[in-house]
Every structure is written in C-alpha cells, then in structure tokens.
C-alpha cells in the first residue's frame, strides 16, 4: 500500500466549501489529481484483492472482492481527498502555482508522470524501471534534479511515515478478528520495517520519477523544480500529502477491519 506524491486528473466532484474554493478547484483540474486517484484505487484494488490468499489461508469466510471494491469506492475516495487537499490550501495565494500549471510545460510533466504511473500498475514494467535505475542511478540526464526535487519536497520521509501509519491503523482494525494481536506487536511489527520501507520507497521513487521524466528538456525539467522550491510549491506538497495520507489511512483502517470481520466469520 503505497501513497505516491506524484501530482495528476480531472475533477469528478465538488470540494468542499472552504475558503477560495473556485480557485482551489482549478488547481485540482489543472493538476488532474481526479487521475491520480483513480490510478491509485486500481493499484490498491489489485493488492488488496490479492491479498485474501495470504490474509486468510484461503478464499475468505465472506465477499472479500465486494467488500474490496466498497472499500475502494472511487468517489467516495476522492471527497476524501479533496476535503484535505482543499483544507490545507485555505489562505494560500494560488496564482503563482494556478499561472504554471496553465502553462504547456507544465502539463507536460504532468502528462509524462500520469503515462509512467499507469505504466507502473504493471509489475514487469515497474520491475525493470527498478532493475535500469539499480545499474545506473546517475546515468539519467535528470538525476541531480531528480535528487533535489525528492529532497525539496521531502518525499522519502514523507512517503514512508504515511505507509507505517496506515499499516499501525490497519493492524489496530485487523486486531478485532485476531485477538492475540496486540498494541506492542502492531508497533513492533511496524518499526521492525522501517528501514526496509525505506529503501523500497527510495528505490520506487528515483526509479519512476527517472522513468517519467527522462523525454524531459533540461529548461522544463528545471521549471518544475522550481516551482516547488517557492513557498507556494511547498504549501502544494503539504496539502497533496494531506489529501493523500488521508485517502490511504481510511483506505487501510477500512481493509482491517473487513478483515477481521471475515476472521470472525471464520471461526463462527
């Protein structure tokens, strides 16, 4: 269950009514985060319903694929990211970020990291991205900007403390079909993987963002480093994080506990 920062799609419902609203909704267009949604449901969809054989030894006691594709509901998916997206630009002077993805650049890069994210959803492609990037980490042309754009917007960090609280939030649910699962194991268990996490997200993130910006000019590819290095930029990555963390915490508290629910089947 992985939440990548990666910005992308086109705006299926309304945000809610928070401050400069008309302005903020713009900017969810321009950026099609809608898109990114909906990759992300497909991603998450696959590995949950992969998953029934190693969380129950099995099929399941119940539905597991309707439950699966309730808990991975698209609209409901994004109001939630939406509410925190929007929450979290309240005040902040979008002209600046709404004048650049206006521009052709700008949807460019947006373009190429929507291409390389659909591509992902294929193990064999995102494998190889992983493999090329392992023999040649400084080969691409982009790899400083890449190494800076990573760290202006912290995304390694980022990434992995959102993946370790979605995975305590749905060992906690899970925990009600499986009593022996204690608060001390869920932590334990989570920081047992830290660094492991990290070197996967670190891995999957030069790897694709090597693989999505490689058709890049230097101008464009230095364009949109810039524009996360304003204050603006790093008010943006906050609220994407926002909305996304809040999508994939529910998202992951919801599987525990359709879990547990069929566990406790199980045993009935």
Do not use: C, K
């Amino acid at each position: 269950m992985r939440i990548v920062f990666v910005v992308v799609a086109f705006v299926l419902t309304a945000l809610p009514a928070y401050a400069d609203t008309p302005r903020i909704n713009r900017l969810y267009e321009l950026m099609q985060l809608s898109t990114s949604v909906e990759i992300l449901r497909d991603e998450g969809l696959q590995y949950a319903l992969e998953s029934e054989e190693v969380l129950f030894n099995g099929p399941a006691a119940g539905d597991w694929q309707a439950a699966m594709r309730e808990v991975y509901d698209v609209a409901r998916l994004e109001m939630i990211v939406t509410e925190g997206f929007s929450e979290a630009l309240s005040g902040v002077d979008l002209t600046t970020l709404i004048a650049f993805y206006e521009s052709q650049p700008a949807q460019r890069v947006l373009e190429l990291e929507l291409s390389a994210r659909r591509a992902f959803l294929i193990r064999d492609v995102e494998e190889e991205a992983r493999a090329m990037w392992r023999q040649n980490p400084e080969d691409s042309v982009h790899a400083d900007a890449i190494r800076a754009y990573i760290e202006v917007n912290d995304l390694i960090e980022r990434n992995v403390i959102g993946a370790m609280n979605s995975n305590v939030l749905f060992l906690r649910a899970l925990a009600a079909g499986e009593p022996g699962l204690s608060e001390a194991q869920i932590l334990e268990d989570v920081w047992g993987e830290e660094e492991a996490m990290r070197i996967d997200t670190r891995e999957w993130m030069f790897a694709f963002l090597t693989m999505a910006y490689a058709p890049l000019d230097r101008a464009d590819m230095q364009a949109n480093l810039a524009i996360w290095e304003t204050e603006a930029g790093q008010a943006l990555n906050n609220a994407i994080f926002i909305g996304f963390d809040d999508m994939l915490e529910r998202v992951s508290e919801d599987l525990g506990a359709a879990a547990a629910r069929m566990l406790v089947q199980e045993e009935l």
